[in-house]
Structure formats: structure tokens, C-alpha cells
């Protein structure tokens, strides 16, 4: 059964920042692309960025220079370096390989003085 966790959001004041993390298990991570999403209520989850297997990276324009996307594959762990941080930054994040079907439960970000 596939199974991702992820963790380290929480209440953030404009222009923090905050690091997430996703925990794969029940796949082969190392093989899969990965990418990091957001949604806000009532709106559609958007991709934030992504990662290759070979580590190139892919960023949505909104946040480019101030995401990071990262892989330990000895960990099974996907991160998110988020600097910067706008309000319009609040959502819950997921991750989810790019081509596999699994979403996990999301942590929450909010960024708010």
C-alpha cells in the first residue's frame, strides 16, 4: 500500500520560511518523479514544483527563487524549501509521484502576521 506523509507546515509570519517534508513507503521512490501541490479551499490543486529521478527541478512561476525542491532517495523523502512567504502562499501542500495515483493527507501552511 502506498503511503505518503507529509509534515513541517504550521503558522508562518510573512517573509519566513518553513521546510516540508514527504515520506514515501509502499513504492520504489528512487524510479518515480515527484512533485509538491497546493490548494486553497474551493479552488483546484495546482502543481507548486517537481523533481526528477535525476534531479532537475521545475517550479510554477509564482514561486520560483523562493521554493526549493528536493530529494533523498536513501530516505524515501521528498522536501520543500519555501522562503520568502507570501499570504497568498497559504494552503495545505501535498506531494505525489507524477505518475502514480496516491495523494496524502497534506499539511497545512498559513502565512499570517
Known amino acids: 500500500q502506498v503511503q505518503l506523509v507529509e509534515s513541517g507546515g504550521g503558522l508562518v509570519q510573512p517573509g519566513g520560511s518553513v521546510r516540508l517534508s514527504c515520506v514515501g513507503s509502499g513504492i520504489i521512490f528512487r524510479i518515480y518523479a515527484m512533485g509538491w501541490y497546493r490548494q486553497a479551499p474551493g479552488k483546484q490543486r495546482e502543481s507548486v514544483a517537481s523533481?526528477?529521478?535525476?534531479?532537475?527541478?521545475n517550479y510554477a512561476d509564482s514561486v520560483k527563487v523562493r521554493f526549493s525542491i528536493s530529494r533523498d532517495n536513501a530516505k524515501n523523502t521528498v522536501y520543500l524549501q519555501m522562503n520568502s512567504l507570501k499570504p497568498e502562499d497559504t494552503d495545505v501542500y501535498y506531494c505525489k509521484p507524477l505518475t502514480y495515483f496516491a495523494w496524502g493527507q497534506g499539511t497545512q501552511v498559513t502565512v499570517s502576521s
Open positions: 523533481i526528477t529521478t535525476d534531479g532537475r527541478t
